[in-house]
């Protein structure tokens, strides 16, 4: 039985020894970058005895925020959805990349606009997202630094106001990782790559840009959204009044039941009653987000209703 444990213990030392060098990728959270150790191989795939370290610095040190405003053109049936960041006080890095998903099937144009901003699609992404402001720069002093605004895109398009997500980076040193001529092995780099590449290496956050209409309108189901986008706005601070949402909820509560009595004139009044308050409270207990999510998907339920209407005629 002792022998037996002698020859286990002589064949496990060799693999701990093996398993010693382990290339790893650690946080700091003081300095808010990645770390990285590896051990390189020789010419002969042997792992060196010494780690080579070196330091990945992610996009992601800002304190980012963005406000949409939307307009309605009522003779192109087109809204455009204007687009404000903030890079808040405590960012250490300047804000240079803003990107804003949104809906399939429609058409969407971006805006490029004063001050250095411009606007590209990213064919790389399924062409569901568009970078509307970046000033995308390794060598110059350039971004939105920290403590400022800035107006920096916006969208065309027909697509109806929804809640969507938008995608910020703020200027690193460098933009690229610089390896000595030994790189990372196979199980490194891929741990590398979903670091650096899209959504990974960007700070993520919700704002309002254009999404499909519903293929098959349906009211009740369309109400229902209404309902969802409402709920939404609370939870994520653009309705800042309970008594408000109560009083919205009630009338769209109220839409719904007179829909599934049939009673269409009377579902599309009360819509026109939940526009008006939409319309009173805009930039008092709505923000320019819930404003327009609440009030153009409502218009946009009347005018359906109202073609409804005209066809019973």
């Known amino acids: 039985m002792r022998s037996f444990r002698i020859l286990i213990l002589s064949l496990l030392i060799p693999l701990s020894i093996c398993y010693t060098q382990q290339d790893t990728i650690t946080y700091d959270a003081a300095s808010g970058d990645y770390i990285i150790k590896y051990y390189p191989e020789d010419e002969y795939g042997n792992r060196k005895d010494s780690a080579v370290t070196v330091i990945f610095e992610p996009a992601t040190k800002i304190e980012a925020k963005v406000s949409c405003a939307v307009d309605f053109n009522a003779a192109s049936k087109r809204f455009t959805y204007k687009y404000t960041l903030t890079n808040g006080l405590g960012s250490r890095q300047r804000l240079i990349d803003f990107a804003v998903e949104f809906g399939r099937n429609i058409e969407v144009a971006g805006k490029t606009?004063?001050?250095?901003?411009?606007?590209?699609?990213?064919?790389e992404i399924e062409e569901t997202k568009l970078t509307l402001g970046s000033m995308w720069?390794?060598?110059a002093d350039i971004g939105l630094k920290p403590g400022r605004s800035w107006q920096v895109g916006a969208l065309e398009s027909d697509g109806l106001p929804g809640i969507t997500i938008c995608y910020f980076q703020g200027k690193t040193g460098s933009s690229v990782l610089a390896f000595p001529d030994e790189g990372p092995g196979y199980n490194l780099t891929v741990k590398l790559m979903q670091l650096r590449t899209f959504p990974s290496n960007r700070v993520m956050l919700t704002t309002v840009s254009p999404v499909s209409p519903p293929t098959a309108f349906l009211a009740s189901a369309f109400v229902d959204s209404l309902i969802s986008y409402k709920h939404q706005s609370y939870s994520l601070g653009w309705i800042t009044?309970?008594?408000?949402?109560?009083?919205?909820?009630?009338?769209?509560?109220n839409a719904r039941k007179q829909l599934e009595r049939g009673n269409t004139k009377a579902a599309k009044n009360i819509l026109g009653a939940f526009i008006n308050e939409v319309d009173a409270q805009k930039d008092k207990h709505l923000s320019s987000e819930a404003y327009a999510l609440l009030k153009y998907n409502a218009e946009?339920?009347?005018?359906?209703?109202?073609?409804?209407?005209?066809?019973?005629?």
Do not use: A, V
């Not at 606009?113 to 064919?123: A, Y």
């Not at 946009?300 to 005629?313: C, D």
């Open 113 to 123: 606009l004063p001050g250095g901003w411009h606007s590209m699609r990213e064919n």
């Open 137 to 139: 720069s390794w060598h």
């Open 241 to 253: 009044n309970k008594g408000i949402l109560n009083s919205l909820d009630q009338k769209l509560d």
């Open 300 to 313: 946009y339920l009347i005018e359906k209703l109202e073609e409804q209407i005209t066809k019973k005629k």
